[in-house]
């Protein structure tokens, strides 16, 4: 198939939209970048093929999502489904076209969940209007915290939080080892190094089993830890229920959790968590996570979902953030930059450890073509797969 | 034992398109053929159908590295990391637990379901119907599995609460009290609608009312267990398995536990899912729709469980029987027998599947 990604995003002017119909959705499958990831001692670190998502609609414009990781298999078993759902369709009808592609939202994946947020930035540039605003802006900006990936050496994580803390973040999320012991070591130092200026959160990501996690939560709770995320399985609710209720720091969990959004009330109804997680690229996308941040403000909690990942992954998150009330902290993947790849336009803490809104259209931040096109391994439409 | 390399196979299936509700298109059915080879010559076998084949390519780097070089009668060790723990089951992997299985019964020269602790060696069968057009079509195959020996019979039906009491009332009517019939409209309805059937079928003394409304419904579920007398069963589509089931079976949202072994990690997994429900007093019905290998697994388990009523035959039987020599069919009385081979019991017939291999899944998926 011949590369034609040149086609730019930007909004043809004056733009009907209200009978713009969508002609295709690409893929660009990218090199993976150097970067290898790790986030926990028992996974083996991994090196992803990223995607570029494209939603094509007859006036030209393109709606986007790059994400960090696509499976090229999966990719190439969605395109029918892909083109019986999107080709033809009004980009405004989110909600039927969500449930089309997750079957009412009962059988969710990535690469749906990917395409939903590719729509809403489609949406967003039609509209010439942020995606926070689309929704409906609640707020402009939000506290930001750090989030790690996995080091061998507690050294690394003490230099990193007091690099962010350079940076301006007032908060820093450790992914550890995963292992009990370690992890409280590297938990000690950092609040032993940092002192009161940080906020402090914890991610064994489902490590531990329910002994590990109560030495753990205690451990955290004498550090004065802002939240203990994932601490056990997601799926196991009455291990969870206990470590809610027998200690005092925060449990955030249900990010794993495979069946989304009607999942949710068995967690919140039970009060086995203090907050909610998701993953808005699992879930079903922005018209998924839109119906959880509801049902987290009906039960009164706060809504937390990840939003880690690449830049379009970061800010499809954050438009969910910034037009709802109840979630504390956008998650900013540390380094900064490490999941900018292919980005013109990226996502930065202020020096007062906020992020703030975009100003451009859709998602807010638009893809480098050039390096998008240098990246390029393959190309897939689906309409002539 | 030692695993030396497991390899996968695209095979072309049958024409003929699959609908199992109205509002899920008829859809042509891939299926993957997985092999684990070993350096004793012995290979297990699974021919699963749940994935895509990209995503069954996608899942063999991983496959390789985590099996070659193990002995395959580490089964819980393989299982449980190539589900990260449960955490994250999938078709293929569970694909791979049952080929483990294959081998582990292979190697000792005994069925799987002895391997496992026979509790029995046949089990009594339903016909598992294909969604069709017409209300006739219904009853004629109805019929017809009466006269194969079939006694029991379950309909996916339209998934639409007036037609499906309308079809439920017509097969009702033609079989009389000669056989046990099931409704499955596969989570189709809303929780109106589910009651508005669910009192049909009890006057229709049908014998369980499956998947009436979304598993994840757990309220929904467990009103509707509380308020018709005919038995519900469900959480066939719950996504995460084992450790979900038990909010369910603590609240009584169901009355008994339905599985796909075949996506939520295998018979490593399914065993313990029946020794879940065993401890709660319910049955476990896990579902053996699929290929002869897959209805092969759940025999398996089934045999070597107490706790679970019924063998699933897919109808018209015979339907998703490619690639294999030896298949499974019910006996007169309407029981389906335990395989006397060892392992899964069932031999696929190479020449058939040398016939319908479409690629190797060895090498990274290219578009094309």
Redesign the interface.
């Known amino acids: 198939m011949s590369g034609s990604n040149g086609s730019r995003a930007t909004v043809p002017t004056p733009t009907r939209i209200d009978d713009v119909k969508i002609v295709d959705v690409r893929f660009n499958l990218l090199e993976p970048p150097a970067q290898v990831l790790r986030y926990r001692e028992d996974w083996p670190p991994r090196r992803n093929i990223p995607a570029l998502v494209r939603i094509v609609a007859d006036n030209g414009v393109e709606g986007h999502c790059l994400r960090g990781w696509l499976p090229p298999g999966m990719l190439r078993d969605a395109a029918p489904k892909l083109k019986r759902v999107l080709v033809g369709r009004d980009p405004f009808d989110s909600n039927a076209i969500s449930y089309d592609l997750t079957d009412k939202l009962q059988r969710l994946d990535w690469i749906t969940s990917v395409v939903d947020i590719a729509l809403w930035d489609l949406v967003g540039k039609l509209l010439d209007t942020p995606i926070h605003k689309v929704l409906g802006g609640a707020r402009d900006r939000i506290r930001a915290y750090a989030s790690t990936i996995s080091y061998d050496t507690v050294e690394e994580y003490i230099d990193l939080a007091l690099q962010c803390r350079e940076q301006g973040f007032n908060a820093f999320k450790v992914h550890a080892f995963g292992v009990p012991e370690k992890d409280i070591e590297v938990c000690t130092a950092l609040r032993e190094a940092l002192g009161d200026s940080m906020d402090l959160m914890h991610d064994p990501v489902n490590a531990y089993d329910r002994r590990g996690a109560h030495e753990v939560a205690a451990a955290l709770t004498d550090l004065g830890f802002h939240w203990f995320e994932a601490p056990i399985a997601d799926a196991d609710l009455i291990g969870l229920q206990d470590l809610t209720r027998r200690h005092p720091i925060p449990i955030a969990a249900a990010e794993s959790v495979r069946d989304g959004l009607r999942a949710q009330p068995h967690y919140l109804e039970s009060g086995a968590i203090d907050s909610s997680r998701s993953i808005g690229d699992w879930v079903g996308g922005i018209t998924a996570l839109r119906k959880i941040a509801a049902v987290c403000d009906a039960f009164n909690i706060c809504f937390e979902p990840h939003s880690y990942g690449t830049t379009h992954i970061q800010a499809a998150h954050l438009g969910i953030m910034l037009s709802n009330h109840n979630c504390e902290f956008f998650e900013s993947p540390v380094p900064q930059g490490i999941f900018d790849f292919g980005m013109a336009d990226v996502i930065r803490v202020d020096p007062d450890g906020m992020v703030t809104g975009p100003t451009k259209p859709g998602l807010g931040y638009e893809v480098d073509w050039d390096e998008i096109r240098a990246l390029t391994v393959e190309e897939l439409s689906v309409v002539s797969a | 034992m030692k695993i030396t390399d497991v390899r996968a196979h695209a095979l072309r299936t049958t024409d003929q398109l699959l609908q199992f509700k109205e509002e899920?298109?008829a859809r042509r059915i891939?299926s993957v053929f997985l092999r684990v080879l070993t350096d004793e010559g012995l290979e297990g076998h699974c021919i699963t159908w749940l994935c895509?084949?990209?995503?069954?390519?996608?899942a063999m780097p991983k496959l390789r590295s985590v099996l070659v070089g193990r002995d395959p009668q580490d089964v819980e060790a393989i299982s449980f990391e190539l589900t990260?723990?449960?955490?994250?089951p999938a078709p293929m992997w569970s694909a791979a637990d049952i080929c483990l299985w294959d081998l582990i019964g292979k190697g000792h020269g005994l069925p799987v379901y002895k391997v496992l602790g026979a509790a029995r060696d046949r089990i009594r069968a339903y016909a598992s119907t294909l969604m069709y057009e017409t209300v006739q079509e219904y009853v004629d195959l109805a019929l017809a599995c009466r006269a194969e020996g079939f006694n029991a019979f379950k309909l996916h039906a339209f998934g639409v609460p007036d037609k499906d009491i309308e079809v439920c009332r017509a097969v009702r009517e033609a079989v009389g009290p000669s056989m046990d019939l099931m409704l499955d409209p596969i989570?189709a309805y809303d929780r109106r609608e589910a009651i508005r059937v669910g009192r049909v079928l009890e006057e229709l003394d049908f014998y369980w009312y499956e998947a009436p409304i979304?598993?994840?419904?757990?309220?929904g579920l467990e009103d509707l267990t509380r308020r018709l007398d005919i038995p519900i069963t469900a959480l066939e589509?719950?996504?995460?398995g084992?450790?979900?089931y038990?909010?369910y079976l603590a609240r009584h949202a169901v009355d008994s536990v339905r599985s796909i072994g075949d996506r939520i990690g295998g018979i490593t997994v399914m065993r313990k899912a029946a020794a879940l429900c065993e401890a709660y007093n319910v049955k476990y019905e896990p579902h053996s729709f699929g290929t002869t290998l897959v209805q092969a697994a759940h025999l398996h388990l089934m045999l070597a469980i107490h706790n679970c009523d019924f063998f699933e035959s897919p109808v018209p039987q015979g339907l998703l029987d490619w690639g294999m020599a030896d298949t499974i069919r019910v006996g007169p009385d309407g029981f389906v027998e335990a395989p006397t081979k060892p392992g899964l019991g069932y031999d696929v017939d190479w020449d058939d599947i040398d016939d319908r291999i479409l690629s190797d899944l060895d090498s990274?998926?290219?578009?094309?």
């Open positions: 899920w298109p891939d895509g084949i990209g995503e069954a390519s996608d990260d723990r449960l955490h994250f989570n979304a598993d994840t419904d757990m309220h589509s719950v996504h995460d084992l450790r979900v038990p909010r990274p998926v290219v578009f094309r």
